[in-house]
């Protein structure tokens, strides 16, 4: 039964060449899933928290300064860097990811978005503690609070889409 259809005949030569060609867009169609990931529910909660994160870049995060400021160089350096980690995952890296549904990139987010929450701490910490000159900080603003909330909920959104792949 070699080499024969569900009929008893040998397929043509038009028939071999088409199962070829099926067989090829087949497995490119696999080779495509295997890079990609599905979101589901957990796509729309990740699109929120980076809203999040772009409106607590508009909030006050260091004194008088709102969270882009902070990004562009005012501040201080380890609200700064938060800045930058928070920009950087928390929302391009995070808009590729979601628009790209690649599976490394899931990864890149994962990581990113929880060196980025410790980062966040950090910044608060630095405006909670005092000075050289014994003077209490000013504190965070609420822009740097929501951030670190939203990069926290991408932390552990992302590492759920990262670990679901099977």
Same mark, same amino acid.
């Given at each position: 039964?070699? =080499?024969?259809?569900?009929? !008893?005949?040998? $397929?043509?030569? !038009?028939? /071999?060449?088409?199962?070829?060609? @099926? =067989? ?24 929120? #928290? ?7 870049? +508009? @909030? $006050? ?10 990004? *562009? ?5 380890? $609200?700064? +860097? ?7 995952? =928390?929302? +391009? #890296? /995070?808009?590729? /990811? @979601? ?5 490394? +990139?899931?990864?890149?987010? *994962? ?8 980062? !966040? ?13 014994? /003077? #209490?900080?000013?504190? $965070? ?5 929501? *951030?670190? #909330?939203?990069? @926290? ?8 889409? *990262?670990?679901?792949?099977?």
């Amino acid at each position: 039964m070699s =080499g024969e259809d569900g009929n !008893g005949q040998r $397929p043509s030569e !038009g028939d /071999a060449a088409g199962l070829d060609e @099926l =067989g090829a867009d087949v497995d490119a169609a696999v080779s495509r899933a295997a890079k990609t990931v599905e979101f589901g529910r957990r796509g729309f909660g990740i699109a929120i #928290a980076v809203f999040g994160v772009v409106v607590g870049l +508009l @909030l $006050p995060w260091v004194g008088d300064h709102v969270g882009w400021q902070v990004l *562009a160089g005012e501040g201080g350096a380890i $609200p700064r +860097l938060f800045a930058t980690t928070s920009a950087l995952f =928390g929302v +391009l #890296a /995070a808009v590729a /990811a @979601l628009s790209t549904r690649r599976w490394w +990139l899931c990864w890149v987010c *994962a990581i990113g978005s929880w060196i980025s929450a410790v980062d !966040g701490f950090l910044a608060i910490w630095s405006q909670q503690s005092s000075t050289a000159s014994g /003077a #209490a900080g000013g504190g $965070p603003g609420i822009g740097m609070v929501l *951030a670190v #909330a939203c990069m @926290l909920v991408l932390g552990v959104q992302w590492m759920r889409v *990262a670990w679901s792949r099977d």
